[in-house]
């Protein structure tokens, strides 16, 4: 299977910070990468697809990036509401697989 | 709007088989690919596997001797059957549609429902 490694697991961080995620496929996968957010007893929210894409209705401060093997997903500026669990997840070839998540936690 | 909503027992014995049906609504169940995932309690996402409307069908490698995905285009369900369940099956169960255009990114899905695998 494709692995995918998600780093930090867990980061501090205050509103108005930039925060970066990272996500390592363990092959190519080209630009199958998404990125969700889970909010505690919610289901997951799909917020970036195919890498890049943002999906409709997400805040513009919400970004990604990578092709290949490493991916980025980017908060420009830190809300209260974005303080969250953060997972990559991949396509391209089966088994779907995801990251093991990033906990945004307030400094 | 398409919504899905799962239901299904809470609570199921070891060794006996889970049964979870995911009901969609605003949508037809004719179009796109339907999808189970699971989270156990505090920890992250796996993927359980899909089917297409047309039928085909791909499981999760871990799972695909116990796992059965069927759809029922009568009553625009889909359901998960998962045998010999232990207590490693509990979990929250998602059932999930991906975005238009893919197949594996999902922006539609279920509220979740939780199974427990307990004597």
């Known amino acids: 299977d494709i692995q995918l490694t998600q780093s930090p697991s867990s980061l501090s961080a205050s509103v108005g910070d930039r925060v970066t995620i990272t996500c390592r496929a363990s092959?190519?996968?080209?630009?199958?990468l998404h990125w969700y957010q889970q909010k505690a007893g919610k289901a997951p929210k799909l917020l970036i697809y195919?890498?890049?894409r943002l999906e409709s209705g997400v805040p513009s401060r919400f970004s990604g990036s990578g092709s290949g093997t490493d991916f980025t997903l980017t908060i420009s500026s830190l809300q209260p509401e974005d303080f969250a669990t953060y997972y990559c997840q991949r396509g391209y070839i089966s088994p779907w697989t995801f990251g093991q998540g990033t906990k945004v936690e307030i400094k | 709007q398409v919504q899905l909503q799962e239901s299904g027992p809470g609570l199921v014995k070891p060794s006996e088989t889970l049964s979870l049906t995911c009901t969609v609504s605003g949508g037809s169940i004719s179009t796109y690919s339907w999808t189970w995932i699971r989270q156990p309690p505090g920890k992250g996402l796996e993927w359980i596997g899909y089917?297409?409307?047309?039928?085909?069908?791909d499981y999760n490698p871990s799972l695909k001797s116990r796992v059965t995905i069927s759809l029922d285009t009568s009553k625009n369900q889909f359901s998960l059957k998962l045998t010999s369940v232990t207590a490693a099956d509990t979990a929250v169960y998602y059932c999930a549609r991906p975005l238009g255009g893919t197949n594996d990114a999902f922006d539609v899905w279920g509220q979740g429902t939780m199974v427990t695998v307990s004597s």
């Open positions: 195919a890498a890049s």
């Open positions: 089917m297409y409307y047309t039928g085909s069908s």
């Open positions: 092959q190519n996968i080209i630009t199958y």
